[in-house]
């Protein structure tokens, strides 16, 4: 079965440094996709950015880019230039899509999160 | 602004109450999902529609009735819930298939049931 870990539960980074927030993953496909999602506390979750598994480059979105290990099966999203409205939840996810028939199927599978604090 | 809307944003409900949650989205995704989220931990999956067909369902309670009347529309039917049902429930949508397609989420209802 699919798993995503996330080591850290709370961080902390000073106004305008740059963050690392860990992600390992667990599964035995060979195509999968991984995703970052942010959650403010007003509870909306925001799509980040997203890296395939056979892509070779990593992702890079804005101050957002991940650090992508395949042999590590490690998925790490750094933020530069750390800003205030970046305090969040942060999480990991991967997209498990099925096919049965005709019909296809998707799951996407949550870290725990980890919690992200901008300090002035 | 999400391009999934939820309503209502917040409901407070008695465990004998019947409401419904509504989930709305334009952007041609054919699946269609419910999430349940309590504080501080990640979002878990309730159903699952594949173009307007019940693809999955966790184990989830018939307290909780999913709806998808067509491939814009997902609705939640709530009747007789607990205390322990309080919780954000989030809306999804995403393009079916494929690894690379992010799922888009709306702001979710905060459900506080008495």
């Known amino acids: 079965a699919q798993k995503i870990t996330q080591t850290q539960p709370g961080m902390f980074v000073q106004e305008k440094e740059a963050v690392t927030l860990d992600c390992t993953y667990d599964t035995s496909d060979q195509s999968y996709g991984l995703f970052w999602y942010k959650q403010p506390s007003s509870g909306e979750m925001i799509f980040l950015i997203y890296?395939?598994?056979?892509?070779?480059q990593n992702a890079t979105e804005g101050r957002y880019s991940l650090n992508f290990q395949k042999a590590r099966k490690s998925a790490n999203l750094v933020i530069s230039a750390s800003q205030l409205g970046d305090s969040a939840m942060y999480f990991c996810?991967?997209?498990?899509?099925?096919?049965?028939?005709?019909?296809?199927?998707?799951?996407?599978?949550f870290g725990p999160g980890t919690s992200l604090s901008v300090i002035p | 602004d999400t391009e999934v809307t939820q309503t209502p944003k917040h409901l407070v409900m008695g465990m004998t109450n019947k409401k419904s949650l509504k989930c709305e989205q334009h952007m041609g995704h054919r699946a269609m999902y419910w999430y349940k989220q309590k504080a501080k931990k990640p979002p878990e999956l309730m159903f699952v529609?594949?173009?307007?067909?019940?693809?999955i369902n966790e184990s989830v309670p018939s307290r909780f009735s999913p709806e998808c009347p067509n491939s814009s529309l997902l609705n939640l039917h709530l009747h007789a819930l607990q205390p322990e049902d309080s919780a954000l429930y989030l809306c999804?949508?995403?393009?079916?298939?494929?690894?690379?397609?992010?799922?888009?989420f709306g702001d979710g209802t905060r459900l506080s049931i008495l």
């Open positions: 996810a991967m997209r498990e899509a099925l096919d049965r028939g005709k019909t296809s199927y998707d799951k996407v599978i």
């Open positions: 529609y594949s173009y307007e067909k019940l693809s």
């Open positions: 999804a949508s995403s393009l079916q298939g494929g690894h690379n397609q992010p799922q888009h």
């Open positions: 890296q395939g598994s056979y892509d070779e």
